[in-house]
């Protein structure tokens, strides 16, 4: 009896031990994203299939000062609708440029590249910073044809005098009639969008 005890005993003292063992696993995709985050590259899905087939028209539209200056893309351009649309920013070689994309599951899509504009560090008007982060747009019902949906925000960090430090912070998902308190602080940005044909 004292020897089956001590077997139960010395069982569960290695139970216990290995329960608290650390182990590697198999790194997945998931676990990459914070990183790609951080080195400034962004993707966002959309499901399409409520409009599958349907031609869309990406736009991007460039405001500066909260008035909008105009569409950044030299000419329209269209694709027909899948059952998945993603829309992707990552960095580029040049500080003051950022790449954008449309694809579709269908292997339709676009890329363009969006112009950034400096952020001046107060005190120092030589030093000249380009930082940019990216937000949703909060999705509505689907628009009516040919009215622009936005989808993805793109804009620039402001300086807080108050903090003394560049922010962007504030609303995590964007109103589509641009009401979201973040728009009254950016001095630049782009929003990535479509229209359905």
Not at 25 to 44: Q, R
Not at 134 to 147: I, Q, S
Not at 150 to 175: E, Q
Request: glycine share 10%; aromatic share 14%; hydrophobic share 40%.
């Amino acid at each position: 009896m004292k020897q089956t005890i001590i077997t139960v005993m010395l069982t569960l003292v290695c139970m216990a031990g290995q329960a608290q063992q650390l182990r590697m696993s198999e790194a997945t995709f998931d676990d990459y994203v914070p990183l790609l985050n951080a080195k400034g590259y962004m993707v966002y899905s959309f499901d399409t299939k409520d409009i599958k087939g349907k031609q869309l028209e990406i736009g991007v539209m460039e405001y500066a000062g909260g008035k909008e200056v105009g569409s950044s893309l030299p000419f329209e351009f269209s694709f027909s609708a899948g059952e998945k649309l993603v829309i992707g920013l990552a960095p580029s070689d040049a500080d003051s440029v950022y790449v954008f994309s449309f694809q579709t599951d269908k292997g339709e899509g676009f890329t363009g590249k969006l112009m950034l504009k400096p952020v001046l560090v107060p005190g120092e008007p030589a030093k000249q910073i380009y930082i940019y982060k990216w937000r949703p747009f909060e999705l509505l019902p689907t628009a009516d044809a040919g009215k622009f949906m936005p989808l993805v925000l793109f804009g620039s960090y402001w300086w807080d005098a108050d903090s003394g430090v560049f922010r962007f912070c504030g609303d995590n998902v964007i109103k589509p009639d641009l009401s979201s308190d973040i728009i009254g602080h950016i001095p630049h940005f782009y929003i990535l969008g479509i229209k359905i044909q």
